[in-house]
């Protein structure tokens, strides 16, 4: 029986990569993405689970994934409305356009983190990982066409957490917690 | 600003999709996990605690309370050895047969790390052979009983002056019986045992000294995974002590050594016959006033775990079944895994099947030899072959438990797992369906009794939990049918949100996380019987309904059917159904 720290070693091999990938793109914060591969290593060499686990990518998967949403909701974002002062000049409608870009893509991110576990990582399976359903269905052991329905549901479930945000957001600045 | 449609949404995914880290930045972070990873562990653990703080912890109290039982019996000052030329085992077992005659034992254990010549910690058994019970003083601070009579485990916590009252699962044996194992296995495990010469006390002593290799696997994994003051424990060093001219025991140690053959602690301990012990568990200093806390489970409750064992130890011990498991939607079954069993004693084989959703099946026609047998069953109860296909195998030969499942389109064995306490799997054999118990963390179940019960004329027993670390209330009911060899009749499972039974009902206002949170409500009911040849019953048809309604948002209902064919009892079973060498992989 191959020890613990030598199936993490593997798995570090085969699909660090893959996981280094998955934390950039949940947290987009390259110091984060450091601390939490660390972290999420530590957690797999000394959890029991790592032992149990069938497919031991698809728990690191998982436990990586709530790493980084649990960073996301540590994380207390302060995002203020943009003043004139702030305000790229002509020349600049680019950078403000970016600007924009990235706080959107934080709060969908920051939405995201507020479904339930199983439909979080549908999710991030389908439209970050861009896996197809079927590919889904066979890591979670769930119907697609059940999954396809949860994704849609999810939508508009993230698009109402989205419609909360802007609530908040127009009362000055928001919060996430 | 963030009026986004879902449009919108699906396009800031497929930005953040878009993300590729600097080749630079992957390639630091992972060596400096690598680097991690293959450094010591004590740099890996997050805990920051001393060694000897961290041996203290339960692990340790564990390790040191089975270690000593092999100490008490190599260690006692008896003059047991006759013959110069006695090998260890034959030494052992004159041990084993004088420590018949003891009435009680008392044993002092310290253990020691490296570089503190202090032992960081003591602890003190006393066993009293005759009315099988050990007392205990862990750490010069924990106290136990262990009363195999009663079959009760109490413990003393001074920090909250409370004693918790808990069921002892294990089986008394004896110190002499423990001998007799202990040599049992030496001899089975086949270690190399060196006898030298040396001194001790200022005595010439025969020094018999032997490695282990912790390579056993048990339920939580395996063993060597035990750690040590955030260190994984790769062999103990056994040595035993005896006086040359008195042919005694002059001490016995255990060293527990790391990978690099470091020691990371010593456990030595001294064992002397007693005339008497102590006469309860107050005597050793738990206070007259101590909070009980009683975890065990009152007589009738026993009596019915009695009566589920005695049924569920006479079932059939050889057989072949087939079990669905179906959704049901819109009245109409859709099954959702099938497993076809062949059971012989201790032997299992289990070849599980799963719907392919729509995909092709690349897999089980290459294996069409290994899965002859398990298809021809299957296929009265699940004919469509392009609807399912082979997802795992699962075989336990006695000892062995080997496991292949589908990955990249073959099928791929994990490493074979020794489990000499039975196969890993709760839910493979028809007993397994056929009679259950209620568990939840050593919380003691009790006879209940409602509407259902009586009308159906069953007993019942209820387990409920209060909300703990954020997690839902619980509700276990076992209804059993002492009509029908205490078959698990009916089975209630509740995890709720607002649950009667919650004590503390602001719970959820401490809830960091609510949204992951999800109420399960599940009812599984027997609707059909089928009786063995040799009249025994069991379940032939099951319904399982439910929801499942994560918190705040979904609500999923749970409408499933298991089916259950007995095929045949004392069967001729396939050729080499039960041997690994044949499995795909494993006998390659």
């Not at chain 2, 705040?552 to 059917?561: E, S």
Request: glycine fraction near 6%.
């Amino acid at each position: 029986m191959k020890r613990r720290q030598d199936r993490v070693l593997e798995l570090l091999d085969r699909h660090g990569g893959g996981l280094h990938r998955l934390l950039g793109r949940l947290t987009r914060c390259e110091h984060a993405t450091s601390d939490l591969m660390q972290e999420l290593f530590i957690k797999l060499s000394n959890s029991k689970g790592t032992d149990r686990a069938r497919n031991l990518y698809a728990y690191a998967w998982t436990t990586a994934t709530n790493l980084a949403f649990d960073w996301r909701r540590r994380q207390k974002v302060k995002l203020y409305p943009l003043q004139d002062d702030d305000r790229p000049d002509e020349s600049g409608p680019t950078a403000l356009g970016r600007m924009i870009r990235d706080e959107q893509l934080e709060l969908v991110l920051d939405a995201t983190s507020k479904l339930n576990e199983l439909a979080r990582n549908v999710v991030v399976m389908r439209f970050i990982e861009q896996q197809s359903y079927d590919q889904i269905a066979l890591q979670l052991g769930e119907n697609p066409n059940y999954l396809r329905a949860l994704c849609s549901k999810s939508l508009v479930r993230l698009r109402e957490i989205l419609v909360e945000c802007d609530d908040t957001y127009s009362d000055g600045e928001i919060s996430y917690g | 600003m963030v009026d986004m449609n879902e449009k919108d949404i699906i396009g800031a995914f497929q930005r953040i999709a878009e993300y590729k880290p600097g080749e630079d930045s992957v390639g630091r972070d992972l060596q400096k996990v690598r680097d991690m990873l293959t450094s010591q562990h004590a740099r890996i653990a997050p805990e920051r605690e001393s060694i000897w703080r961290i041996i203290m912890k339960s692990k340790w109290t564990k390790m040191t309370s089975a270690a000593a039982v092999i100490i008490i019996a190599i260690s006692m000052s008896f003059s047991l050895f006759t013959g110069p030329e006695l090998k260890a085992a034959e030494l052992l077992a004159e041990v084993a047969k004088n420590m018949e005659k003891l009435a009680w034992v008392k044993t002092i254990s310290k253990s020691y790390v490296p570089d503190k010549e202090e032992p960081v910690s003591t602890d003190i058994h006393w066993t009293d052979v005759r009315n099988k019970r050990v007392y205990a003083i862990y750490s010069e601070k924990y106290i136990h009983l262990m009363d195999y009579n009663l079959r009760e485990w109490s413990v003393y916590r001074p920090e909250t002056n409370d004693m918790v009252v808990k069921p002892l699962s294990s089986e008394w044996t004896s110190p002499s019986d423990k001998i007799e194992m202990f040599i049992k296995q030496l001899e089975e495990v086949g270690v190399e045992v060196t006898q030298s010469e040396g001194q001790y006390n200022g005595k010439k002593t025969i020094v018999i000294q032997y490695d282990e290799t912790n390579n056993y696997l048990g339920d939580n994994g395996p063993a060597t995974n035990m750690m040590m003051g955030g260190k994984y424990v790769r062999t103990m060093r056994f040595k035993i002590i005896i006086y040359d001219k008195e042919r005694l025991m002059g001490a016995g140690e255990i060293s527990y050594l790391d990978d690099e053959g470091n020691v990371i602690t010593t456990s030595k301990s001294e064992s002397q016959a007693i005339e008497t012990g102590p006469g309860d568990i107050y005597e050793l200093g738990v206070p007259r006033d101590v909070k009980i806390i009683n975890k065990v489970p009152s007589r009738k409750v026993k009596e019915i775990h009695q009566k589920i064992s005695e049924h569920k130890s006479r079932f059939l011990n050889e057989y072949i079944a087939v079990i669905t498991e179906a959704r049901i939607k819109d009245g109409k079954e859709s099954i959702s895994e099938g497993f076809v069993i062949f059971c012989q004693d201790k032997k299992l084989r289990v070849d599980v099947y799963k719907p392919l959703y729509g995909n092709e099946d690349k897999v089980t026609g290459l294996y069409e030899n290994q899965l002859d047998a398990s298809l021809g069953q299957l296929k009265p109860f699940w004919p469509d072959e392009k609807k399912r296909g082979i997802r795992s195998v699962r075989l336990y030969d006695g000892l062995w438990q080997y496991i292949l499942e589908v990955k990249d389109d073959k099928l791929t064995a994990r490493e074979k797992q020794r489990r000499p306490d039975g196969d890993s799997y709760g839910d493979d054999d028809l007993d397994d369906f056929t009679w259950r118990t209620l568990w939840w963390l050593n919380d003691p179940e009790h006879m209940y009794e409602d509407d259902y019960s009586r009308q159906n004329g069953l007993i019942a027993m209820e387990l409920t939990t209060q909300s703990l670390h954020g997690r839902l209330p619980k509700r276990q009911v076992l209804y059993v049918d002492p009509e029908k060899d205490y078959v698990c009749h009916r089975y209630v499972n509740e995890k709720l949100i607002d649950a009667p039974w919650q004590e503390d009902k602001g719970w959820l206002d401490a809830v960091e996380n609510k949204d992951r949170l999800t109420e399960e409500v599940n009812y599984r009911e027997v609707i059909e019987y089928g009786q063995t040849l040799g009249g025994q019953w069991y379940p032939k048809v099951i319904t399982e309904k439910g929801y499942r309604h994560d918190y705040g948002a979904n609500k999923y209902d749970v409408n499933r059917i298991i089916r259950i064919h007995l095929i045949s009892e004392h069967p001729s079973f396939p050729e080499g159904i039960f041997d690994p060498g044949r499995l795909p992989e494993v006998g390659e």
